[in-house]
């Protein structure tokens, strides 16, 4: 698979990987959660924001959501990291890293790497949130997002 370098035109369908265009596609996963365990939100340099929402039960994040108004690449950032922590441990959810993301998706644009830093930020703000929420739970009977 040859990248847009040279004279080879980069065809997007053809030239994308299966993960990248089943992350980028993916729509089941975008959705606002109320109460959730953990909420992160993160805004990065070019303005896009990314919010994830988790739901964890004995320390395993059973389910997780998004939502963005950032690019393809973005969405396909988020949905990455959400099919990587999804039935992990919330431990396993921190070592998570944006390379993780780069490389499950294979074909990310090397000028889109910092979609894959924002999510991985996102996430670890709902990490931090959840684990606040843990020492405090009386405070989520009152959080709204
Ligand atoms: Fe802004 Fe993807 S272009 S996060």
């Known amino acids: 698979m040859e990248k847009k370098t040279g004279r080879k035109q980069f065809n ?3 030239d994308h990987s299966l993960h ?11 959705e606002r959660i109320e109460n959730c365990d953990g909420y992160g939100k993160r805004t990065g340099q070019c303005g896009d924001t990314i919010e994830f929402y988790l739901t964890v039960r004995d320390e395993i994040i059973g389910s997780a959501s998004f939502v963005t108004d950032g690019c393809l690449n973005t969405i396909a950032c988020a949905n990455t990291v959400i099919h990587l922590i999804e039935k992990k441990s919330i431990e396993d959810a921190w070592e998570i890293t944006p390379e993780n993301v780069i490389d499950y998706l294979e074909t990310l644009p090397s000028t889109n790497e910092h979609c894959a830093e924002l999510a991985i930020g996102a996430l670890y703000r709902a990490l931090l949130n959840f684990q606040k929420n843990k020492r405090v739970p009386w405070k989520q009977l009152y959080k709204r997002h």
Not at 20 to 30: F, P, Q
């Open 12 to 14: 997007f369908w053809q």
């Open 20 to 30: 990248y265009l089943e992350m980028a596609y993916r729509t089941d996963k975008i």
